[in-house]
């Protein structure tokens, strides 16, 4: 099946633990995102990348990290820095300059 | 002033009714606008893209209003299942989308 996987569903980590959120897709689309979502507040940019090798930071990067070292795989760190990290993270992709995001069904990450 | 902004709502509608509503967007540059459906716990989806005045398609007609900076939704005939958060989004500079925080409908039946 195309689409986008994102994993684990559920994680959850004790204060001051980095974690890792996979996202993974076959829909072979160039740019891929990740947003946050907390309860009444939308979804937030923390990351963005439009080609392999390289991504841009979107309005609340802090305490994050990503890479883009394949077209399929964009994963997202959630470090220590990072003093709210309970919240529903949302990958998603698109084809090049279109606004028409794919999502993954997202992760759920609780701190302890 | 947000970038863009949606009533929270929650609007509660009877079945059958029409519901409309609508969304404010603070760039004049915004290229493209689009709404979004997410239901509890769930992704967004998207629900209609509307790219110049406006977008149909069967009981949903999104428009768009440069002058005022705002885009609409409206929703004809509402089913149980059209119970669910819509999202509005604008496209700036072509790399990123931007999100409302959206309105959370409700149709009682």
């Known amino acids: 099946d195309g689409g986008i996987t994102q994993s684990p569903k559920y994680l959850f980590r004790k204060e001051g633990q980095n974690v890792t959120l996979s996202c993974e897709q076959n829909l072979n689309h160039d740019a891929m995102y990740w947003y946050r979502q907390d309860p009444g507040q939308g979804l937030r940019l923390i990351y963005y990348s439009q080609i392999v090798n390289d991504f841009q930071k979107g309005d609340i990067a802090e305490g994050y990290s990503v890479s883009r070292e394949k077209k399929e795989s964009f994963p997202l760190t959630v470090t220590s820095a990072q003093k709210n990290p309970t919240a529903f993270y949302l990958c998603?992709?698109?084809?090049?300059?279109?606004?028409?995001?794919?999502f993954g069904e997202g992760s759920r990450l609780t701190v302890l | 002033r947000k970038e863009v902004e949606q009533d929270p709502g929650p609007f509660n509608v009877p079945e059958g009714a029409t519901v409309a509503f609508n969304c404010t967007y603070s760039n004049s540059a915004s290229q493209s606008f689009f709404w979004y459906r997410q239901d509890c716990r769930k992704e967004p989806k998207l629900l209609m893209s509307?790219?110049?005045s406006g977008n149909e398609d069967g009981r949903f007609t999104a428009q768009l209003n440069r002058a005022s900076q705002y885009i609409s939704l409206l929703i004809r005939d509402s089913k149980l299942s059209d119970s669910a958060t819509y999202l509005c989004?604008?496209?700036?500079?072509?790399?990123?989308?931007?999100f409302g925080t959206g309105t959370r409908l409700t149709i009682i039946p």
């Open positions: 509307v790219y110049s």
């Open positions: 989004a604008t496209f700036f500079g072509n790399e990123k989308l931007t």
């Open positions: 998603a992709t698109t084809v090049q300059n279109t606004g028409e995001l794919f």
